[in-house]
Structure formats: structure tokens, C-alpha cells
């Protein structure tokens, strides 16, 4: 049973580009949650889909939106990028029915904004 | 505001030594408490998960407790491995949410 994959592992852009990073949830998984990790920093939630609908959302701008698709995997898109963008970018998987179990989290994509 | 504090930030330990990794947050209504294992570089790890209607976890050398009243949470390891060194985080799953609120980590090193 494969766990939650995220890619790509690594990616370098320069300020102002865009960029899309994919996640695939655990099998039997319907819901996805992203999470951004600052160096140093613990994960901070970005937002939460289900049913391809958007459920929640953390303190972030309208520069970062999400996508999810039939079979439960999602994107994350981040548009107009800034130095401080550079993070590692968490992917987390669950059972909506099950509120509050395990979260499942991928390996992360890093981002490197030049 | 949910604030998670992870108490110490970093700890050196020879193996074999027992400890205690702290963690503590302001707002009791959480639904429950996860602790994570994160190696460098890595994405994170389920280690326990105690529901708030629980006081503790146990998982081979790893025993978690919950204190909802105090707002506070410990991860005891017992006989400490090298292989144990990472970053140990703690979340909170708020009870009017479907988030996790995570502190930010214990950097823990176990030295031969």
C-alpha cells in the first residue's frame, strides 16, 4: 500500500514565476491538507480539500490555491513567488469521516526561490 | 489563539538515557494530540496519537501523556538510540477545526 507521494522532490524558481506541486493521497484517503515548513519552523496549515471543494484555509494571500481531482489527489499552485516563499511544502492525507485520526504526511516538496 | 511551545528546543544525550521532550498549548479544547518524527530534510512521522479523552499512549519504547487541563503533553523515550536523533514535533488538533496546530520541535541528538 503506497503512502502518500508528493512531486517533485526538489524545485528552484526565481521570484515572480509560478509553481505547481502534486500529491497523491494514501490509499482509501479522501481528504488533503497542505502545510508549509519554514526552516527551523514546525508546519504551518495552508488549507484543507474534499470533495474537490476547498473546506479551509490557514493564513495565507490568494497567491497560494489548490486543486483537487476525482481521484482524491490534489496540486497546490503558488503564484508570484517571493523569497519567502522557500519551504519545505508538507502534503497530509486522512478520512474526513474519521475527524481528528492520524494525518498521513508525504515526504514534501522543497522550494528554492532565488 | 492556539500557541503550541515545544520545551527544550535541541538535546544532546548519550544512548541509553531516558528523557522527556515537553510540550504545552494555551487553549484546552483540543480534540487530540499528535507527536511526529521528522529526520532531516524528511516529511513527518505518526508516533502517537492520544484522543483528548486520553491521558496516555504507549508505543514500544515511546510513551506520550496528556494533561488537558494544564495544556501540557510529554513524550518519554526510554533507553535512547542513536537511531532516535530527529526533530520530534507535537500538534493540536483543535475541536472546532480540521487542522493541526504544530509546535515548533525538539531537535534531538543521541550520541554513541
Do not use: M
Request: glycine share 8%.
Amino acid at each position: 500500500d503506497a503512502g502518500v507521494t508528493q512531486s517533485p522532490t526538489h524545485l528552484i524558481k526565481t521570484r515572480g514565476q509560478q509553481v505547481t506541486l502534486r500529491c497523491s493521497p494514501k490509499s482509501g484517503h479522501d481528504t488533503v491538507s497542505w502545510y508549509q515548513q519554514a526552516l527551523g519552523q514546525g508546519p504551518q496549515f495552508i488549507f484543507q480539500y474534499y470533495e474537490e471543494e476547498e473546506r479551509q484555509r490557514g493564513n495565507f494571500p490568494d497567491r497560494f490555491s489548490g486543486h483537487q481531482f476525482p481521484n482524491y489527489s490534489s496540486e497546490l499552485n503558488v503564484n508570484a513567488l517571493l523569497l519567502g516563499d522557500s519551504a519545505l511544502y508538507l502534503c497530509a492525507s486522512s478520512l474526513l469521516s474519521f475527524r481528528a485520526a492520524t494525518q498521513y504526511f508525504g515526504p514534501g516538496t522543497r522550494l528554492t526561490v532565488l | 489563539k492556539q500557541e503550541v511551545t515545544q520545551i527544550p528546543a535541541a538535546l544532546s544525550v548519550p544512548e541509553g538515557e531516558n528523557l522527556v521532550l515537553n510540550c504545552s498549548f494555551t487553549d484546552s479544547a483540543i480534540y487530540n494530540l499528535q507527536w511526529f518524527r521528522q529526520d532531516p530534510g524528511k516529511g513527518l512521522t505518526s508516533l502517537l496519537l492520544i484522543q483528548s479523552s486520553q491521558r496516555e499512549q504507549t508505543s514500544g519504547r515511546l510513551n506520550a501523556s496528556l494533561d488537558k487541563s494544564s495544556g501540557r503533553s510529554t513524550l518519554y523515550i526510554a533507553a535512547s538510540q542513536p537511531g532516535d536523533s530527529a526533530t520530534y514535533l507535537c500538534a493540536v488538533w483543535l475541536g472546532n477545526t480540521d487542522k493541526l496546530i504544530f509546535g515548533t520541535g525538539t531537535r534531538l541528538q543521541v550520541f554513541p
